[in-house]
Protein backbone atom coordinates (compact mmCIF):
# COMPACT_ATOMS: atom_id res chain seq x y z
CA UNK A 1 0.00 0.00 0.00
CA UNK A 2 1.35 3.41 -1.13
CA UNK A 3 0.76 6.62 0.43
CA UNK A 4 1.94 9.55 0.83
CA UNK A 5 5.18 10.00 2.97
CA UNK A 6 5.28 11.28 6.58
CA UNK A 7 5.02 12.85 8.58
CA UNK A 8 1.68 14.88 7.90
CA UNK A 9 1.00 17.92 9.88
CA UNK A 10 -2.56 19.69 10.11
CA UNK A 11 -3.15 23.09 9.29
CA UNK A 12 -6.22 25.24 9.71
CA UNK A 13 -7.49 27.26 6.53
CA UNK A 14 -10.48 29.41 6.59
CA UNK A 15 -11.24 27.66 9.60
CA UNK A 16 -11.25 24.81 8.05
CA UNK A 17 -8.76 21.41 9.36
CA UNK A 18 -6.72 20.36 6.16
CA UNK A 19 -4.18 17.90 6.29
CA UNK A 20 -0.61 18.26 4.41
CA UNK A 21 2.58 16.17 4.05
CA UNK A 22 5.47 18.24 6.06
CA UNK A 23 8.09 17.72 2.53
CA UNK A 24 7.47 21.57 2.28
CA UNK A 25 5.88 20.69 -1.01
CA UNK A 26 2.72 21.86 -0.01
CA UNK A 27 0.65 18.66 -1.13
CA UNK A 28 -2.95 18.16 0.87
CA UNK A 29 -3.97 15.15 1.48
CA UNK A 30 -7.51 15.39 3.08
CA UNK A 31 -9.66 18.18 3.90
CA UNK A 32 -11.40 16.51 7.38
CA UNK A 33 -15.03 17.18 7.54
CA UNK A 34 -17.15 15.82 10.31
CA UNK A 35 -21.30 14.87 10.39
CA UNK A 36 -21.31 17.54 13.57
CA UNK A 37 -21.92 14.83 15.97
CA UNK A 38 -19.96 12.21 17.63
CA UNK A 39 -21.11 8.47 18.72
CA UNK A 40 -21.89 9.71 22.42
CA UNK A 41 -23.71 13.03 20.80
CA UNK A 42 -20.92 15.55 21.66
CA UNK A 43 -20.63 17.76 18.75
CA UNK A 44 -17.79 16.63 16.79
CA UNK A 45 -14.28 18.37 16.29
CA UNK A 46 -13.49 18.62 12.96
CA UNK A 47 -9.99 19.94 13.89
CA UNK A 48 -9.51 17.00 16.80
CA UNK A 49 -9.97 14.72 14.18
CA UNK A 50 -7.69 15.88 11.57
CA UNK A 51 -5.14 15.61 14.65
CA UNK A 52 -5.99 12.08 15.19
CA UNK A 53 -5.19 10.78 12.17
CA UNK A 54 -2.32 13.14 11.94
CA UNK A 55 -0.92 11.67 15.66
CA UNK A 56 -1.81 7.89 14.59
CA UNK A 57 -0.29 8.08 11.14
CA UNK A 58 2.70 9.53 12.07
CA UNK A 59 3.15 7.13 14.72
CA UNK A 60 2.43 4.20 12.81
CA UNK A 61 6.03 3.13 11.72
CA UNK A 62 7.37 3.54 15.24
CA UNK A 63 5.34 1.16 16.46
CA UNK A 64 5.46 -1.45 13.81
CA UNK A 65 9.08 -1.49 14.22
CA UNK A 66 9.13 -1.47 17.63
CA UNK A 67 5.91 -4.59 17.62
CA UNK A 68 8.26 -6.48 15.15
CA UNK A 69 11.55 -5.75 17.34
CA UNK A 70 9.58 -7.18 20.73
CA UNK A 71 8.54 -10.10 18.44
CA UNK A 72 12.67 -11.18 17.49
CA UNK A 73 13.64 -10.75 21.01
CA UNK A 74 10.71 -13.16 22.11
CA UNK A 75 11.86 -15.12 19.48
CA UNK A 76 15.59 -15.58 20.21
CA UNK A 77 15.12 -16.04 23.44
CA UNK A 78 16.39 -12.64 25.23
CA UNK A 79 13.30 -11.71 26.41
CA UNK A 80 10.32 -13.52 28.57
CA UNK A 81 6.55 -12.44 29.07
CA UNK A 82 3.88 -13.45 30.63
CA UNK A 83 1.04 -14.11 28.82
CA UNK A 84 -1.10 -11.18 27.90
CA UNK A 85 -4.69 -10.29 27.77
CA UNK A 86 -6.31 -7.40 25.72
CA UNK A 87 -9.30 -6.03 24.40
CA UNK A 88 -8.65 -5.49 20.70
CA UNK A 89 -9.87 -1.68 19.84
CA UNK A 90 -13.15 -0.54 20.55
CA UNK A 91 -15.01 -4.17 19.95
CA UNK A 92 -15.91 -6.89 22.33
CA UNK A 93 -12.72 -9.03 20.59
CA UNK A 94 -10.34 -10.54 23.36
CA UNK A 95 -7.28 -12.01 22.93
CA UNK A 96 -5.80 -14.39 25.91
CA UNK A 97 -2.29 -15.64 25.09
CA UNK A 98 1.72 -15.73 24.93
CA UNK A 99 2.59 -11.75 23.92
CA UNK A 100 3.99 -13.27 20.70
CA UNK A 101 1.06 -14.18 19.07
CA UNK A 102 -1.01 -11.08 20.49
CA UNK A 103 1.42 -9.15 18.62
CA UNK A 104 0.99 -11.25 15.21
CA UNK A 105 -2.75 -11.21 16.04
CA UNK A 106 -2.18 -7.23 16.10
CA UNK A 107 -0.30 -7.35 13.06
CA UNK A 108 -2.41 -9.34 10.98
CA UNK A 109 -5.33 -8.10 11.82
CA UNK A 110 -4.62 -4.76 10.15
CA UNK A 111 -2.72 -6.36 7.55
CA UNK A 112 0.65 -5.02 8.84
CA UNK A 113 3.71 -7.37 6.75
Known amino acids: MNHTKLPWRVEEIG ?3 FIFEESGK ?16 DEASEL ?3 EFIV ?14 GIKASLQNGDVQA ?4 LFCDNTEEFFDGPLEA ?12
Not at 55 to 68: E, I, R, S
Not at 82 to 85: A, G, I, L, R, S
Open 55 to 68: KACNAHDDLVKLLQ
Open 82 to 85: EPVK
Open 102 to 113: AIDHVLEKHDIK
Open 26 to 41: GFCIALIRSPGYSENG
Open 48 to 50: GNA
Open 15 to 17: GEP
